[in-house]
Structure formats: structure tokens, C-alpha cells
């Protein structure tokens, strides 16, 4: 993998789970909302975890594992982000940007399981 893809889903997965994070402190705050919100950071911060994890791997297979489990935690964050919109905990445009945000990280581990598998 290129060292200007790593840089880029590096950054991408830990600015996310750092927005993540301050959704969530801010919905505990202001709305008291304690249990969807639990679940986005908690899948909101595992992407950049297992990236992280990933690029340290010991083999091409465990690097494809780790960022496999980046993929679907950033699609169970949509999920939620989607959920907190749908129930009026976020507005239109926190969603859309957090929303937009997530696409762009599903992207990346995406191209890079389906190269890594391929080559």
C-alpha cells in the first residue's frame, strides 16, 4: 500500500473518531442521550483502531482482517449516525456531515481489502 493512502485513511479514521467522541460527550450533555450515542463512539472510534492495528500487521492476512473490521465499523457508524438523525438527536446537517464524513472512510478500506485480496 502506498505511504499517501496509509497517511490519508490514518487521518481520516482517527479525525473521525475524535468528532466521534465529541458527538457524543455533546448528546450526553445536552440531550441525555446515553444509549445510541454509546454505540457511535464506540463504532465511530474502532475504525481508526484497527487501521492503526492493521498497518502494524504480521501478515498480509492479518492486515486484511484489521482493515475488514475498520470497513465494518465504519458501516455500523452509518448506521447510527442515520438512526440519531431519523430520531431528531442530531440535526440535518450534523448528520450530513458526519454521514459524508463515514462514506468517505467506507471507501478506503473498501479499495484497499479488494486490492489487497486481489494482488
Excluded at 28 to 57: D, H
Aim: net charge positive.
Amino acid at each position: 500500500m502506498s505511504m499517501r493512502i496509509e497517511n490519508v485513511i490514518v487521518e481520516k479514521t482517527y479525525r473521525f473518531a475524535v468528532k466521534s467522541v465529541l458527538l457524543y460527550k455533546r448528546l450526553i450533555a445536552e440531550q441525555k442521550e446515553f444509549i445510541l450515542s454509546k454505540q457511535l463512539v464506540r463504532s465511530g472510534t474502532s475504525p481508526g483502531a484497527n487501521v492503526e492495528e492493521g498497518l502494524a500487521g504480521e501478515s498480509r492476512k492479518d492486515f486484511v482482517s484489521k482493515f475488514s473490521i475498520a470497513l465494518k465499523e465504519s458501516r455500523e457508524a452509518h448506521f447510527w449516525l442515520r438512526i440519531l438523525r431519523d430520531t431528531g438527536f442530531i440535526d440535518e446537517n450534523t448528520a450530513h456531515e458526519y454521514l459524508t464524513e463515514c462514506e468517505e472512510i467506507i471507501k478506503i478500506p473498501t479499495s484497499i481489502v479488494k486490492t489487497t485480496k486481489n494482488s
